[in-house]
Nanobody, 124 residues
Framework: QVQLVESGGGLVQPGASLRLSCVTS????????IGWFRQAPGKEREGVSCASSYGATFESESVKGRFTIVRENAENTVYLQMNNLKPEDSAVYFCAADYYSCGSSWYRGRFAHWGQGTLVNVSS
């Protein structure tokens, strides 16, 4: 049974940093692409970043240069390092897994396995 568990969210001030973790089990992380998505109240889910099994990474324009996705396959964990956070980054953040590649439409969120989410609130 595949499980994804996110953690690391919280309340921070604008300009701060957070590192989200996605701990995986029930799969061989080396073979899977991991995506990070977010959903703010009243808004549609948005693709944030994705890392394919072979190392290619993708970020949305809204987070490029501020967020970095990092795979630690030996730890069965994928991190999302978020720097210079802005109020518009506030959302529930989810990680998701699908076999091998992010694909050109990764941001649409067609992933097989999903975690429960962790809340990020950026506010002064």
């Amino acid at each position: 049974q595949v499980q994804l568990v996110e953690s690391g969210g919280g309340l921070v001030q604008p300009g701060a940093s957070l590192r989200l973790s996605c701990v995986t089990s029930g799969l061989t992380l080396d073979d899977f692409a991991i995506g990070w998505f977010r959903q703010a109240p009243g808004k549609e889910r948005e693709g944030v970043s994705c890392a394919s099994s072979y190392g290619a990474t993708f970020e949305s324009e809204s987070v490029k240069g501020r967020f970095t996705i990092v795979r630690e396959n030996a730890e069965n964990t994928v991190y999302l390092q978020m720097n210079n956070l802005k109020p518009e980054d506030s959302a529930v953040y989810f990680c998701a897994a699908d076999y091998y590649s992010c694909g050109s439409s990764w941001y649409r969120g067609r992933f097989a396995h999903w975690g429960q989410g962790t809340l990020v609130n950026v506010s002064s």
